[in-house]
């Protein structure tokens, strides 16, 4: 079992900056694999950015590439995801979640069919 628990969203104008926080606990060197998904409205949840943990390789979707960076903190058990230059198409509940890494590619992370946990979810709102 693994614990998520995320923090740091909220509402902000375009243009503007947010830390999303992840801590995870419980068996987390089964998942090495940590992501963030998002979800809006009537819009299906999309992958945002993940990494594997161990060797620190972070890949994105392309509408966030550039603007957003994944990273983590592995005494604090922590993975971060930096929003910047936001943009009201940003605005979603973000997720924080767990995958096992084994065999996993970053498509396929990306994609979330082998999400084992998922936190409660983020709002992040971003106005024009």
């Known amino acids: 079992q693994v614990r998520l628990v995320e923090s740091g969203g909220g509402s902000v104008q375009a243009g503007g900056s947010l830390r999303l926080a992840c801590v995870a606990s419980g068996d987390t060197e089964t998942y090495q694999c940590m992501g963030w998904f998002r979800q809006a409205p009537g819009k299906e949840r999309e992958g945002v950015a993940i990494?594997?943990?161990?060797?620190?390789?972070?890949y994105y979707a392309d509408s966030v590439k550039g603007r957003f960076t994944i990273s983590q903190d592995y005494p604090k058990s922590t993975v971060y995801l930096d929003l910047n230059s936001l943009k009201p198409e940003d605005t979603a509940t973000y997720y924080c979640?767990?995958?096992?890494?084994?065999?996993?590619?970053?498509?396929?992370?990306?994609?979330?069919?082998?999400?084992?946990?998922w936190g409660q979810g983020t709002q992040v709102t971003v106005s024009s």
């Open positions: 990494i594997f943990t161990g060797g620190d390789r972070a």
């Open positions: 979640a767990a995958q096992p890494h084994g065999g996993l590619t970053a498509p396929q992370a990306l994609e979330g069919s082998r999400v084992a946990f």
